[in-house]
């Protein structure tokens, strides 16, 4: 059976509007030429807009744990990947 539950216009609006913010601080942080700390702040700034991306446009924050959990799982091993990938550049002769 499908879920037929919408959610407000209002929520939308201000994810979208908090998304708008985001991008624009991260254009910002991109201007003010900040080195190493410009990119983890873009970092960290893209990781907060995916996070509002999935828990709302994509509904994940409405379903069940399960979903949640292969989430997690998944980004994790992806986590995983990169540390390790990048680990062996860093170290390399």
């Known amino acids: ?6 959610l407000p ?5 201000m994810v ?3 998304l708008l913010v985001l991008t624009g601080l991260t254009v ?4 003010l030429h900040l080195g190493r ?8 700034i893209a990781t907060v807009k995916a996070t509002l991306v999935l828990l709302y446009f994509m509904r994940l924050r409405y379903e069940p744990p399960v979903f949640r959990i292969m989430l ?3 980004v994790g091993i992806i986590l995983i ?6 680990s062996d550049v860093a170290f390399r002769a």
Request: charged fraction near 5%; glycine fraction near 12%; aromatic fraction near 8%.
């Open 28 to 31: 910002t942080a991109a201007g």
């Open 72 to 74: 997690g799982l998944a």
């Open 1 to 6: 059976m499908e879920n037929t539950n919408r």
């Open 37 to 44: 700390a410009g990119i983890l702040a873009a970092i960290i």
């Open 16 to 18: 979208w509007s908090a």
């Open 81 to 86: 990947i990169l540390l390790l990938t990048f």
């Open 9 to 13: 216009y209002g929520l939308h609006v």
